[in-house]
C-alpha cells in the first residue's frame, strides 16, 4: 500500500509564494513518475506540473517560470516539493500529489491553496 500526505496549504495574498510538500511511504516500486495536479472551483483536475523518475520536469503554460517542483530522495524516503511563487488569484485551487507506477496512479487527499488580498 502506497500513502501520499500533502502538506503546506494555506491562505496567501497575490504575490506571495507557498511550498507544498508531499510524503510517499510505503511498498513503491517501478515508479514512472510524479507530480501535482489542482482543481478550482468548478472546473476539472489538471495537470500542474511533473518529473520522471529520471528528473526531467514539466509545468503546465501558466505556472512555468513560477513554480519550481523538486524531489528528495534521502535514505528510506521520498519526498516532492512544489515551491510556487508570485501566486496569482487563478491558482487558488485544490493541489493533490499523486505518484504513477507501471501499474496504478496514488493519490493524496489534496491541499487547499488559495491567493486572495
Known amino acids: 500500500q502506497v500513502e501520499l500526505v500533502e502538506s503546506g496549504g494555506g491562505l496567501v495574498q497575490p504575490g506571495g509564494s507557498l511550498r507544498l510538500s508531499c510524503a510517499a511511504s510505503?511498498?513503491?516500486?517501478?515508479?514512472?513518475?510524479m507530480g501535482w495536479y489542482r482543481q478550482g472551483p468548478g472546473t476539472q483536475r489538471d495537470l500542474v506540473a511533473s518529473i520522471t523518475w529520471g528528473g526531467a520536469t514539466d509545468y503546465a503554460s501558466s505556472v512555468k517560470g513560477r513554480f519550481t517542483l523538486s524531489r528528495d530522495t534521502a535514505a528510506n524516503t521520498l519526498a516532492l516539493n512544489l515551491q510556487m511563487n508570485n501566486l496569482k488569484p487563478e491558482d487558488t485551487a485544490v493541489y493533490y500529489c499523486y505518484l504513477a507506477t507501471v501499474l496504478r496512479h496514488y493519490w493524496g487527499q489534496g491541499t487547499q491553496v488559495t491567493v486572495s488580498s
Open positions: 510505503g511498498k513503491i516500486a517501478s515508479i514512472n513518475n
